[in-house]
């Protein structure tokens, strides 16, 4: 049986059919092709397993994302990789949508990045476990005012990183911030011109969880929150300690949050 040729970038593959309303959900957004293999047959009597449905859909698709479990999917892939410069990426999503895990072509394939965005999608947490992103030890809580452009937050960050002793932007991992300014557009251009993911942590989530050393009235007042970039922050590396608190810059406030250094 020959694969059609490529229909859409994404596919979209929930193992199970009570995954099917996540994958829709994620659809709404990023669009490709949603499967329903628990629906498809061959024939009249010969019924393809998922596996099977899966090695024939795998290079349809330059990007997939999996909802299930993430042994499911190493089964899956079994003997499909070829190669990291031309396999396609796969983030696997769990039912209950707590971890988008970017699990085959991380860099080349752009799996890390779609992780990031599945993850702001469904409030999961991203799981990225690269090399170069692993020896990354600095994130970046950034809150600003709407409509601040890309080069008022570099100036922002630039002032910031200087105030840490041997910090530079090329050991920034990832950029952390509230969801009301996940659409943000010079924060989504900066993270984009610095190839820089956007991981978005929820109002409800920094409310529960407000590490502020500089608490803001005007934000508390008009966002429910004490502070942005210092909780987000110290919430996307829970092992991390501020390095530098709350600081404003022309409309732009920035903390830097340091992995603790080693996994003791």
């Known amino acids: 049986m020959t694969p059609p040729p490529v229909s859409d970038e994404l596919g979209l593959w929930p193992v199970r059919g009570e995954a099917e309303a996540l994958a829709l959900h994620l659809q709404a957004t990023l669009g490709g ?3 329903r293999p628990w629906l498809h047959a061959v024939g009249s009597a010969v019924v393809l397993s998922q596996r099977q449905q899966f090695a024939l859909a795998y290079r349809r698709h330059r990007q997939w994302i999996m909802v299930g479990a993430s042994g499911i999917a190493v ?3 079994d003997g499909l990789p070829q190669d990291k410069h ?3 990426a796969v983030v696997v999503l769990d039912e209950a949508a707590r971890f988008a895990i970017s699990l085959l072509a991380g860099h080349e394939g752009g799996a890390n990045r779609l992780a990031y965005r599945v993850a702001q999608l469904t409030g999961a947490q991203p799981v990225v476990t690269t090399a170069t992103e692993a020896i990354k030890p600095l994130v970046l809580g950034i809150g600003c005012r709407r409509g601040v452009s ?3 937050i570099t100036a922002a960050v630039t002032q910031a990183l200087a105030q840490c002793p041997e910090a530079t932007l090329q050991q920034v991992r990832e950029v952390a911030t509230i969801d009301i300014k996940a659409e943000e557009p010079g924060l989504l251009a900066f993270c984009a011109t610095h190839d820089l993911p956007l991981r978005v942590i929820s109002t409800a989530q920094i409310a529960q969880r407000a590490w502020v050393g500089k608490s803001s009235d005007w934000v508390l007042q008009n966002v429910g929150v004490e502070g942005v970039c210092e909780p987000a922050a110290l919430i996307a590396s829970p092992r991390g300690r501020l390095a530098l ?3 404003a810059f022309d409309g ?7 992995d603790e250094t080693g996994w003791k």
């Open 252 to 258: 732009v406030t920035v903390a830097v949050v340091e």
């Open 245 to 247: 608190g709350k600081t």
């Open 33 to 35: 092709t949603l499967y």
């Open 86 to 88: 031309s396999d396609p």
């Open 75 to 77: 089964r899956f892939l």
């Open 150 to 152: 890309a080069e008022r």
